[in-house]
């Protein structure tokens, strides 16, 4: 009896934390213009963990109707406990019928310091765009001056989970410690 009731405060208290975070997708440096990461719902609350490795990465959004489009990049903090560096060269943009509707440089930006206390991580928050958008296609285009280093996009604000997703997230989620978080 004590048992099951230990397990069911266990499983509640994950299924808690997963509605509260975005579902973390790994793409290192397997992204293109050719092949772009495919965004399918726009409004979901996703992380996708990228390393620029030499050249910009992708991101493809086709929706059918008005939606709510955020997107915010983000890099990890290696020392949160030092002086905040305000200032990190990671931009995007975004692309809708090959017109870019939205920049943002990195470098001019004013980055903060970030916890997000699901998955214990530390980043800097950086540029973030957030407003309806028109049915229709769009690119998000990561990238900087060298087309170097680590980032995390995060696209939608609805955290949806279900059991499958949610144990794909913690898996997911304990192999970013292995790379992204390590310098």
Not at 4 to 11: D, N
Not at 160 to 182: E, M
Request: hydrophobic share 40%.
């Amino acid at each position: 009896m004590e048992k099951s009731i230990i397990s069911g405060l266990i499983m509640s208290l994950i299924l808690i934390t997963a509605i509260y975070a975005h579902q973390p997708v790994i793409v290192k440096d397997k992204v293109s213009e050719e092949n772009p990461v495919i965004v399918k719902d726009p409004e979901k609350s996703y992380a996708f963990y990228g390393i620029l490795t030499g050249k910009p990465h992708y991101y493809k959004i086709t929706y059918d109707k008005t939606f709510n489009l955020y997107v915010n990049i983000l890099v990890p903090d290696y020392s949160p406990k030092t002086a905040p560096i305000e200032k990190h060269d990671i931009s995007f943009e975004i692309i809708k019928n090959g017109k870019v509707i939205f920049a943002v440089e990195g470098k001019e930006s004013t980055w903060k310091r970030f916890y997000e206390p699901y998955g214990r991580d530390h980043y800097y928050m950086g540029p973030e765009f957030d407003k309806k958008a028109e049915a229709g296609a769009y690119i998000i285009k990561v990238f900087n001056k060298e087309n170097r280093g680590k980032y995390a996009l995060a696209t939608g604000k609805v955290e949806k989970f279900t059991i499958v997703s949610l144990i794909g997230a913690l898996r997911t989620a304990k192999s970013l410690d292995s790379w992204f978080f390590k310098p």
